[in-house]
C-alpha cells in the first residue's frame, strides 16, 4: 500500500500563492488517481480536485481557475498549486490515492491518505 506524505503548507497572505506537494513510497504512483482534500474546522472533509492517471484534472467550482493540480509520476509526487488564496481557503489539506482507475470526488474511495499538511490565509 502506498504511504503518501504532503509538505508545502504555511501560512500566506490573502491574494498570495502556495503549492503543496505530496510525495509517495510504494507500489507504482502513476498508477494512481490523485485527489486533493481539505477541511475546516467544524466542517466535513471536501472534494478540491484530482489527476487521473492519464493527467486529466477535475477541480470543485470554488478552486476552478485558482488552483493546479499536476504529477511528476517520475518523482512519485503530486501537486496542488494555489494562486488568489481566500480566507475561505484555510483548511488541512489532504492528498490521497484511489487505485481504481475511475475518478471520484467521494472521500471514501480513496483508500490511502497523507497526514495533512495546514494551510492558513490570514488577512
Known amino acids: 500500500q502506498v504511504q503518501l506524505v504532503e509538505s508545502g503548507g504555511g501560512t500566506v497572505q490573502a491574494g498570495g500563492s502556495l503549492t503543496l506537494s505530496c510525495t509517495a513510497s510504494g507500489p507504482t504512483f502513476s498508477r494512481y488517481v490523485m485527489g486533493w482534500f481539505r477541511q475546516a474546522p467544524g466542517k466535513e472533509r471536501e472534494f478540491v480536485g484530482l489527476?487521473?492517471?492519464?493527467?486529466?484534472?477535475y477541480y470543485t467550482d470554488t478552486v476552478k481557475g485558482r488552483f493546479t493540480i499536476s504529477r511528476d509520476n517520475g518523482k512519485s509526487t503530486a501537486y496542488l498549486s494555489m494562486n488568489s488564496l481566500t480566507l475561505e481557503d484555510s483548511a488541512v489539506y489532504y492528498c490521497?490515492?484511489?487505485?481504481?482507475?475511475?475518478?471520484?470526488?467521494?472521500?471514501?474511495?480513496?483508500?490511502?491518505w497523507g497526514q495533512g499538511t495546514q494551510v492558513t490565509v490570514s488577512s
Open positions: 490521497a490515492a484511489r487505485t481504481d482507475i475511475g475518478v471520484s470526488r467521494r472521500p471514501d474511495h480513496y483508500e490511502c
Open positions: 489527476i487521473s492517471r492519464a493527467e486529466n484534472t
